[in-house]
């Protein structure tokens, strides 16, 4: 095949449809780890007081975004430089893109077992409620692995509508907990108000909080 560089414009098939969106993706990311990297330098002199597994937990996010971040540099890399304009290298999965899903994937998980952990807690140590958001959790971790063992196994992005059903599933269990945790929050946060101005303020503020990152 003739390389980008000398076909005609004519010959050459846009990109930015494709790989143009992908780009624009890795580098809004790009971005936001800077800023969670800012974030963890601020926690870790700001609040050095902290339970040690806080600071592990912390750092464990951190690193598991650092991790998505390689393989989805590597997942460009790999199409646009390695496999420059080859039509046919676009349709075809490489092994980064699939596994760029389980960082993400353990990153969720550790955050909503924090927060579940905290409603737990908050919710006078209700079993049946943390129980519910935590089958959640490890269902949500559980069809993601399995999604990622699975779509190894596909050669190409059209084989991926074969496991339609399991992302659909792996998105509303990931949803579902997000949402019965800031709701969980939210409720507990309200009916704790005391009538003085200042932690009732702080509350409020809390509830605001969780129901823009949750919800």
């Known amino acids: 095949m003739m390389p980008a560089t000398l076909q005609s414009p004519g010959e050459q098939n846009p990109l930015d449809n494709t790989m143009g969106v992908m780009l624009i993706g890795v580098i809004v990311s790009a971005v936001l780890y800077g800023v969670s990297i800012g974030q963890t330098l601020y926690y870790y002199t700001t609040?050095?007081?902290?339970?040690?597994?806080?600071?592990?937990?912390?750092?464990?996010?951190?690193?598991?975004?650092?991790?998505?971040?390689?393989?989805?540099?590597?997942?460009?890399?790999?199409?646009?430089?390695?496999?420059?304009?080859?039509?046919?290298?676009?349709?075809?999965?490489?092994?980064?893109?699939?596994?760029?899903?389980?960082?993400?994937?353990?990153?969720?998980?550790?955050?909503?077992?924090?927060?579940?952990?905290?409603?737990?807690?908050?919710?006078?140590?209700?079993?049946?409620?943390?129980?519910?958001?935590?089958?959640?959790?490890?269902?949500?971790?559980?069809?993601?692995?399995?999604?990622?063992?699975?779509?190894?196994y596909k050669k190409s992005y059209s084989g991926l509508l074969d496991i339609n059903a399991l992302t659909m599933t792996i998105n509303a269990l990931s949803v579902g907990a997000d949402v019965l945790i800031s709701l969980s929050l939210c409720i507990i946060f309200q009916t704790s108000k005391t009538g003085f101005r200042r932690s009732d303020s702080m509350l409020t503020k809390l509830t605001i909080f969780f129901m823009n990152t949750g919800l």
């Open 47 to 152: 609040y050095s007081k902290d339970a040690w597994y806080l600071k592990l937990l912390v750092a464990t996010t951190v690193f598991f975004d650092t991790i998505h971040l390689i393989f989805i540099t590597q997942t460009m890399y790999h199409y646009l430089i390695l496999n420059y304009y080859e039509p046919t290298a676009l349709t075809k999965i490489v092994w980064s893109v699939v596994m760029e899903a389980l960082p993400t994937g353990v990153t969720g998980a550790l955050v909503q077992c924090f927060y579940t952990f905290r409603v737990y807690h908050l919710s006078k140590k209700n079993i049946i409620l943390t129980g519910v958001i935590l089958l959640l959790v490890v269902g949500n971790a559980g069809c993601g692995t399995g999604w990622v063992i699975v779509a190894m």
